[in-house]
C-alpha cells in the first residue's frame, strides 16, 4: 500500500489502484474525516474505466445516514437508470425507477418471501453441513469455502434452476483468488471481462430454459420467462439483466458478509463463546455484524435536477453514490458505532438498502447468513486462525476474505463420505 488515510480523505476516489488492497480500517478512518467535514463527500475518479461510461460529471458519495436514507427514498429527484449502463445489469430491478421498477419488482419478490426463506432452512442448512464435513475430520480447513459456495449452490438449485456444478466455475471467473493469484481489481477492464462472461453464461442458461421448457412453479426464471405485462412476453434482456443480478449479488454480497462475520467472531472469541452458549442471540448478532463489518459502499445514482443534500449542492447529471457501510457508522444514528455490539437493539442499518430499491434478496441473505454461523458454531465452536495475515481481504466496494484458515477440534462428520459436497 503507497497511500495514506489523508492522502485519500484528500482526493477521495474508488478508482486508486491501491483500493482493493487496503487493510480492513483504512476506510472507516477516511469516513469518519470526511464525516467531520461534512456528509457528502466528492470522489475524484482520477483514473481511466476502459468499459465504462465516462463520467464527466462530477461523482458524490453520500456518506450520512440521514443523506443516505434521503437519497434512498427519494427516486423523483435520483435516479437509478444510470446504475447498469455497460455493466450487464441494464433493465434489471436494480437499474429502473418506479413505476417500472415496481412493477417487474413484483414478479420477483414472492420467490423471496419470508414463507419462501423458512422452506430453504433445511437444504441451507445441509448445504453448509456438507462443507462443513470436507474439512471437520482433520481439525483445520478453509472456514471460507462455507460462505463462497452455499450462497451460490442454494441460488442455482432453488431458485434460479441453473447446474449447481456450474457455481464453482462461475466462482473461479469471477473471483480467480480463491484458487490462485489475485486479479487487479483496478484494471476496469478485467473486472468488465468477467461481468461479460457471467452475462453471457446467463445469456445460455435462460436461452436453454426458453427452448427447451420444463416449467418450476418454484423457479423465479421459469416464472418470468412465461409471464407478460400488458399482453407482452416480459422483455428477455430484462430477465439476463436480472439473472445477472441474482447470480452476481448472491455470489458477493452474502459470501462477502459471512467471511467478515466468521473472522470477526474468530478474532473476539469471548463475543464468540456468548453466541455458543446462547445461539439465540445469533440474529440480533447477524443484524449487527452486517451493519459492522461494512456491506455495499456505493451503489450509484444521477441527480434529474439541481438538489442540495447534507448542505451540498449538487448539479443536475452529476452522479450520486449512496453509501451504505459509510452511513451504518454514523454516530448521529448508532451509539458507538464503531463498536461490533452483537445484541445492539434497535439497530437500523441500512445493509439491504431502503426504499424501492430495498435489497430483493434480503431474507435469503439474512437466513444464509444465521444458519452459516449456527452450523459453524454448534461444530467448529472453538475455531481460531492461527496467523491472522493467513486470512486473505480483498477490500473493493463489497469487501471481505477469500481464505479463512482455520484450527479446531475435529469432529465427526454428519454426512456419509459419499455425500459430502466436492472439492
Known amino acids: 500500500m503507497t497511500i495514506s488515510v489523508e492522502e485519500f480523505v484528500e482526493h477521495f476516489d474508488f478508482t486508486h489502484p491501491d483500493f482493493p488492497?487496503?487493510?480492513?480500517?483504512?476506510?472507516?478512518?477516511?469516513?469518519?474525516?470526511l464525516r467531520a467535514q461534512r456528509p457528502v463527500a466528492l470522489a475524484?475518479?482520477?483514473?481511466?474505466?476502459?468499459?465504462?461510461?465516462?463520467?464527466?460529471?462530477?461523482?458524490?458519495?453520500?456518506?450520512?445516514?440521514?443523506?443516505?436514507?434521503?437519497v434512498l427514498q427519494d427516486s423523483k429527484r435520483f435516479s437509478s437508470k444510470v446504475f447498469g449502463v455497460s455493466t450487464g445489469l441494464e433493465g434489471s430491478?436494480?437499474?429502473?425507477?418506479?413505476?417500472?421498477?415496481?412493477?417487474?419488482?413484483?414478479?420477483?419478490?414472492?420467490?423471496?418471501s419470508p414463507e419462501r426463506m423458512r422452506a430453504l432452512e433445511g437444504p441451507v442448512r445441509d448445504a453448509v453441513d456438507r462443507e462443513i464435513d470436507s474439512f471437520i475430520e482433520r481439525g483445520s480447513g478453509d472456514l471460507a469455502r462455507v460462505a463462497w459456495r452455499v450462497p451460490g449452490l442454494i441460488l442455482f438449485q432453488e431458485l434460479l434452476g441453473f447446474p449447481p456444478g456450474d457455481v464453482q466455475g462461475i466462482l473461479d471467473a469471477m473471483h480467480p483468488e480463491i484458487e490462485g493469484d489475485a486479479p487487479d481489481m483496478s484494471d476496469m477492464e478485467v473486472a468488465v471481462g468477467m461481468l461479460s462472461a457471467l452475462v453471457a453464461y446467463c445469456t445460455d442458461q435462460l436461452i436453454s430454459r426458453r427452448d427447451n421448457p420444463a416449467p418450476d412453479e418454484l423457479n423465479v426464471f421459469d416464472h418470468l420467462l412465461h409471464t407478460s405485462i400488458d399482453g407482452e412476453d416480459f422483455p428477455f434482456d430484462k430477465i439476463v439483466a436480472n439473472a445477472v443480478l441474482?447470480?452476481?449479488?448472491?455470489?458477493?454480497?452474502?459470501?462477502?458478509?459471512?467471511?467478515?462475520?466468521?473472522?470477526?467472531?474468530a478474532q473476539h472469541p469471548d463475543q464468540r463463546?456468548?453466541?455458543?452458549?446462547?445461539?439465540?442471540?445469533?440474529?440480533?448478532?447477524?443484524e449487527e455484524l452486517i451493519r459492522y463489518t461494512g456491506s455495499?459502499?456505493?451503489?450509484?445514482?444521477?441527480?434529474?435536477?439541481?438538489?442540495?443534500?447534507?448542505?451540498?449542492?449538487?448539479?443536475?447529471?452529476?452522479?450520486?453514490?449512496p453509501n451504505f457501510a459509510a452511513a451504518n457508522r454514523d454516530p448521529r444514528e448508532f451509539d458507538d458505532p464503531d463498536e461490533c455490539i452483537i445484541d445492539r437493539d434497535p439497530n437500523r442499518h441500512l445493509a439491504f438498502g431502503a426504499g424501492y430499491h430495498r435489497c430483493v434478496g434480503s431474507n435469503l441473505a439474512r437466513m444464509e447468513m444465521?444458519?452459516?454461523?449456527?452450523?459453524?458454531?454448534?461444530?467448529?465452536?472453538?475455531?481460531?486462525?492461527?496467523?491472522?495475515?493467513?486470512?486473505?481481504?480483498r477490500h473493493g466496494l463489497i469487501p471481505?476474505?477469500?481464505?479463512?484458515?482455520?484450527?479446531?477440534?475435529?469432529?465427526?462428520r454428519r454426512f456419509p463420505a459419499e455425500v459430502t459436497a466436492p472439492s
Not at 23 to 32: A, C, K, L, T
Request: glycine share 8%; aromatic share 10%.
Open 296 to 321: 455495499v459502499h456505493g451503489l450509484g445514482r444521477i441527480a434529474v435536477e439541481d438538489v442540495e443534500v447534507g448542505g451540498c449542492p449538487i448539479k443536475k447529471g452529476d452522479f450520486v453514490t
Open 21 to 33: 488492497n487496503l487493510p480492513p480500517d483504512f476506510i472507516w478512518e477516511v469516513y469518519r474525516r
Open 273 to 286: 463463546d456468548r453466541l455458543v452458549e446462547d445461539p439465540t442471540m445469533i440474529p440480533k448478532a447477524v
Open 400 to 412: 471481505g476474505y477469500p481464505h479463512i484458515p482455520v484450527e479446531f477440534t475435529p469432529g465427526p
Open 44 to 70: 475524484q475518479n482520477r483514473y481511466d474505466q476502459p468499459g465504462l461510461p465516462k463520467k464527466e460529471a462530477a461523482e458524490w458519495h453520500i456518506i450520512g445516514y440521514n443523506e443516505v436514507y434521503e
Open 370 to 393: 444465521r444458519v452459516g454461523i449456527e452450523q459453524a458454531l454448534a461444530r467448529l465452536s472453538d475455531y481460531r486462525i492461527p496467523d491472522d495475515r493467513s486470512a486473505t481481504y
Open 93 to 112: 430491478i436494480i437499474s429502473l425507477d418506479p413505476p417500472e421498477q415496481n412493477r417487474d419488482k413484483k414478479f420477483i419478490n414472492p420467490f423471496f
Open 246 to 265: 441474482l447470480v452476481a449479488a448472491g455470489l458477493e454480497t452474502t459470501s462477502n458478509a459471512l467471511t467478515n462475520a466468521y473472522v470477526w467472531l
